[in-house]
């Protein structure tokens, strides 16, 4: 499950790329049971034109990478700013996934989560790195 949690705005002497940015504020827990914990994040974002999100409740927008196989976690950033506006926004996304696995069979794990989100133009953000997170059997 996750939950995303949004604010908009900012001063009009702010200016940002029309190409979403994000930085990870935070990650936590840093250490979890296997199938159990969940694993919540706390990004940062700015937007130039504002349109980060959709209305379309099947859009993905918002993905978390597992590199160690390559899963992907997608989630819907809900639309920021009325259409047609074009407005610089930034703002904090809070999201989770729900639990984390270990993929090679031991008792402990390790991952580093990769994250990005696009916007309606089809621009993808920079991609960020989480802390480390163990996981324990």
């Given at each position: 499950?996750?939950?995303i949690i949004g604010s908009t705005g900012c001063k009009k002497e702010e200016l940002f790329s029309n190409v979403?940015?994000?930085r990870l504020n935070s990650v936590s827990p840093t250490v979890v049971k296997?199938?159990?914990d969940p694993i919540f994040?706390?990004?940062e974002y700015t937007?130039?034109?504002?349109?980060?999100g959709e209305n379309d409740p099947d859009a993905k927008n918002l993905i978390v990478i597992d590199p160690r196989i390559n899963i992907k976690y997608e989630?819907?950033?809900?639309?920021?700013?009325p259409d047609p506006s074009n407005v610089p926004?930034?703002?904090?996304l809070v999201f989770s996934i729900p639990n984390a696995y270990i993929t090679d069979g031991s008792n402990q794990q390790q991952v580093n989560y990769q994250i990005y989100v696009k916007d309606r133009a089809g621009n993808q953000s920079n991609t960020?790195?989480?802390?480390t997170i163990t996981i324990n059997k």
């Open positions: 499950m996750a939950m979403p940015s994000i296997e199938l159990e994040f706390d990004l937007d130039g034109d504002g349109d980060l989630f819907r950033i809900q639309q920021l700013v926004i930034k703002g904090t960020v790195t989480s802390s």
